[in-house]
């Protein structure tokens, strides 16, 4: 069997059990209204029936546009329903597949690429939010698709390759802000990286950041004419990185952080406010605090990154009980993370094409520690984890390090 075949195989397996556990495993009911987890559902919703972004009936900034737009045009094409969005997130699932597999040729070699790509079809995370209606699948294939685009503009520069890296990396904010300082960085680690390969990559670079900057300046435009202010991603973002200051990183996100919360006289004073004025006061509150406990924040910091890769999540009532998703976490980020850490270990700052993955990677794990961190956020940075885990498990067997190549 040839390698191109063997890797359409691959990937139909990668279809197959995404299918599988979404109509056949997935804990939701697809007779049932499709779950509307963080508004998402409401927003396309409304997109649907009055072509406008809304949320109760008033302009809103609540979440980022892109994925309730993808959302609503799969309820368009395939009913408000959940296999619509199962169909989409498989087909998304299989390119992210293909996707690993590409960022580990780029970056190592194929025995890493193939292990790499068999590791993420069957990886359980993977499976379990291809039937979550949100969006943390989408995220993950635009993330591995702008690493592996800007790799070849790296490697490659083509008018094709700068499109694609330019159109993702300008896409990822629209639908999560907290790649807005990957987009941004993205230009200037693509430079950095030709440079200590022997390239110049300028005007690449340049053209990257601009083009990126384009596609994600539409949002803030158009909130600048709705609001009458700037406003570059979603409305909450202040009370996010607040909140974390005030909950205990257990609490976050359960009715017991709430108490935290309501005996807090910064959120009680905001809770009187309109929404984007409250997303300011926040801001100015989470900015007096930091300076006012810099040793704190440092703490804050420290226990957002632990959380943030933590092996098991903490107890939580999940479908199909706690116990279950704390072991198959266990049996999968239990040895996947340690050896992620393990390569990126191994492989060090050494090698540009690494370093700017490394660079993208920890601007967006920065955002999270600074903001909320939570086993789901990290769902992105896995597929580029698989690929480490994979070059662990390569040096460990005694393989050669692949040579870097200009």
Known sequence: MTARRALWVLLAGALAVRALYCWGLSPYDRSQPVLDVDNYTHLAQNLRATGRYEYQGQPTALREPLFPLVLAATYTLGGERFDAIWLLHCLLGVVTVWLVFILGRQL?????????????????????????PARETFQTFLF?????ATLALLRAPSRRNLIASAVAWGALPLTNTVFLPAMFLAGPALWLAGKRLGHERRSWAIGLTVASLALWSLWPLRNALVFGRFV??????????????????ELQGLPEGTVYLANDPISQQASALPPLERDRFYYRAAVDWIIAHPLGFAKVMWDSFVKFWRLYPYPRNYPGGYAKVKWVSLLSDGWLVPLGFLGLFFVG????????????????????MVSWATIRYRLPLMPVMVVYAAYAIARLLG????QETK
Do not use: C
């Open 108 to 132: 190592f070699g194929p025995f890493e690429a193939w292990l790499a790509a068999i590791f993420a079809v069957g990886y359980p995370q993977f499976l379990y939010y291809t039937a979550y």
């Open 144 to 148: 591995a698709a702008a690493l592996a």
């Open 232 to 249: 570059p991603g979603m409305q909450e973002g202040g009370q996010h990185i607040y909140v974390q200051f005030v909950v205990p990183n």
């Open 349 to 368: 700052w050494r090698r540009p094409d690494t370093a700017l993955v490394n660079v993208m990677m920890g601007s967006v794990m920065f955002v999270y």
């Open 399 to 402: 393989k050669p390090a692949p």
